[in-house]
């Protein structure tokens, strides 16, 4: 059995903004095509979330995982680990190490590399998540151009849908982009200047890496070259020397470029369409060049196999899924561009570390509890059950996968949100169980009573500097990447 990629997941955001709604606005700038974005309740954590629940939606699962990686150039802490976060919502072992690669895009590929090196080294399965939200300056090239979205790979000792058989690297030294400490935007040189520099680097970490596999390039059955300097992709992809159609498509039109997580969301779209004794590159360009030289198993189809059996949505159903009528003046009060009147209630207030933590395994696992003797499902977890009166006959349950239906709801205009009016539901678990939580990514006009949800992990509301996190409802989405109605 090889070491290496043994499944992988996807997130991109359901909503979407229409480049030229930008213009209708500011008079300039828009386009065309759309951006992926992030609700106002998501961040870099939550859409790691939900990105390693679909990687561990099949495969190995979330006991198996010896440690966590998480990467993003936006963590929505510093001093604290948010890889934390991320391991008790994905109800990963309590000796499961969480560790954070943050500061630049270019973390993104060390964070696999260190994922692969675990598993083929140190014989350890490792959950490695990358995760980016990128914001830009109203009417800017970085507003208009990027998204947001999330990937998650499993390196395993064994059992690898794709292995590492070479890579290469070039470094040099150079002001390109940057964001200093306190800044939510980035700055960027002239482009004449990143690509001058760019495109030689590339070469030389795509003939490295090739060299180091022993391949040519007419070897390649799949290239992905991704970066935020988008000339020097462009100049680089025409430059190869692969086949055209070894290409991975391109993105950036329907969801925009996802900065650091662009590569591994390609490099999982280019997983749910390969074949088995495929060489995949994929080529980074980030302060530098990495070129990674994988080449998929026979193990590849059963996973393929396994990931619709499942209903786990690819890239190409998320893609097609997000929802493109999203204001622009929406976009920027969740970017934080436009502050706008708050509800008439009082500001939330930061929650307690110790009630956080005496609470854990419900707040972020979202486990229940089933009482032993007669079954009933508790939401969230109690000592006594309601149903038969047992007393600590009960077995912690993990609620988080499974879905329900909205059985009532009512629509808040009051309630503190950066996007209101808030809708509260009762969803009617399958397999038993009741509770209320908020719903998110819906329009309100739109949900029913007997609309099919499921549970996704995100941020309440911050108070204090302090992220409150917890799970929603949103609508079920079907095999086809579409939001399921109704029962």
């Known amino acids: 059995m090889s070491s290496g990629i043994a499944a992988w997941g996807t997130y991109l955001p359901f909503w979407r903004l229409q480049r030229s709604a930008i213009k209708g606005v500011l008079g300039s700038g828009g386009g065309r095509g759309t951006r ?44 604290k680990t948010s890889a ?128 180091d596999a022993g391949l040519a390039e007419g070897d390649v059955d799949h290239a992905i070259v991704a970066g935020l300097h988008v000339r020097a992709v462009k100049a680089i992809s025409k430059g190869l020397g692969v086949r055209e159609d070894a290409l991975a498509p391109d993105l950036t039109g329907s969801v925009g470029n996802l900065g650091a997580v662009h590569a591994a969301v390609a490099l999982c779209g280019v997983l749910e369409r390969a074949e088995p004794g495929q060489v995949i590159v994929v080529l980074s360009l980030a302060d530098g060049a990495d070129a990674l030289v994988l080449r998929t198993t026979e193990a590849l189809t059963a996973a393929q196999a396994a990931r619709a059996e499942a209903g786990v949505p690819s890239v190409a159903d998320q893609v097609a899924a997000g929802r493109d009528d999203l204001p622009y003046a929406t976009f920027l009060t969740w970017r934080g561009h436009m502050r706008r009147e708050p509800p008439r209630r009082p500001d939330p207030e930061r929650p307690g570390a110790p009630t956080v933590h005496r609470s854990e395994q419900w707040k972020y696992a979202f486990a229940g509890s089933r009482c032993l003797v007669c079954g009933f499902r508790h939401m969230p977890p109690t000592r006594a059950c309601l149903s038969c009166h047992a007393i600590d006959q009960m077995q912690a349950e993990r609620l988080a996968d499974v879905p329900g239906t909205v059985a009532t709801f009512t629509i808040d205009h009051l309630a503190f949100s950066l996007s209101p009016p808030v809708v509260g539901v009762i969803v009617d678990f399958d397999g038993g169980g009741r509770y209320r939580c908020e719903m998110t990514d819906v329009v309100a006009s739109e949900l029913s009573i007997g609309d099919r949800v499921s549970m996704t992990f995100r941020r309440v509301w911050t108070a204090q500097g302090v992220h409150n996190y917890f799970w929603k409802a949103r609508p079920a989405v079907d095999r086809a990447g579409k939001e399921s109605q109704g029962a």
Do not use: M, N
Not at 47 to 68: F, I, K, N, S
Not at 115 to 141: E, N, P
């Open 36 to 79: 992926a974005v992030a609700s106002h309740d998501e961040d870099t954590t939550t859409l790691g979330v939900e990105a390693g629940r679909r990687a561990l939606a099949v495969g190995p699962g979330a006991g198996a995982v010896q440690d966590l990686f998480l990467s993003t150039p936006d963590p929505p802490y510093l001093d």
């Open 84 to 211: 934390t976060t991320v391991h008790a919502a994905l109800g990963l072992g309590r000796g499961c190490g969480a560790y954070d690669f943050t500061g630049s895009s270019r973390s993104a590929v060390g964070t696999l590399l260190q994922a692969l090196g675990a598993a083929s080294g140190a014989g350890r399965t490792t959950l490695a998540i990358v995760s980016d939200l990128r914001t830009g300056l109203a009417g800017s090239a970085e507003e208009r151009d990027s998204g947001d979205g999330a990937a998650a790979l499993l390196c395993a000792p064994d059992g690898a849908v794709a292995e590492l058989i070479g890579r290469g690297a070039a470094s040099d030294e150079f002001l390109d982009r940057w964001r200093v400490p306190g800044e939510t935007d980035s700055h960027v040189w002239e482009e004449r200047f990143g690509e001058e520099l760019y495109v030689p680097l590339a070469r030389e970490a795509f003939a490295a890496a090739l060299k």
